[in-house]
Nanobody, 123 residues
């Protein structure tokens, strides 16, 4: 089992920044690809980004390219999501997730999920 806990959400004005953190406990963190998804009110949970096990590769949804970046510190069992130039349409609950294999922009690839942290971007 892997337990994931997100933090760092909150209310921010459009154009502002937030940094989300997700700390893992349980199994060896570096064994997992780590992803971020978001779920806006009334919508399905959607892919945001994922990072490879050693942090060498990342992939971003088109909607966040150039604005969001993900990183990980395997020594701290933590993955981060830096969100810049936030837009009202980024308002959502953000979830981190851990995957041992699969097509990483699909939810089904992820075995473990955090409880989510809410991000609200005001216009």
């Amino acid at each position: 089992q892997v337990q994931l806990v997100e933090s760092g959400g909150g209310l921010v004005q459009a154009g502002g920044s937030l940094r989300l953190s997700c700390t893992a406990s349980g199994r060896i963190f570096s064994n997992y690809v780590m992803g971020w998804f978001h779920q806006a009110p009334g919508k399905e949970r959607e892919f945001v980004t994922f990072m490879s096990r050693n942090g060498g590769s990342t992939y971003y949804a088109d909607s966040v390219k150039g604005r969001f970046s993900t990183s990980r510190d395997n020594a701290k069992n933590t993955v981060y999501l830096q969100m810049n130039s936030l837009k009202p349409e980024d308002t959502a609950v953000y979830y981190c997730a851990a995957s041992s294999g699969g097509i990483y922009y699909f939810r089904a690839a992820y075995e473990y999920w955090g409880q989510g942290t809410r991000v609200t971007v005001s216009s």
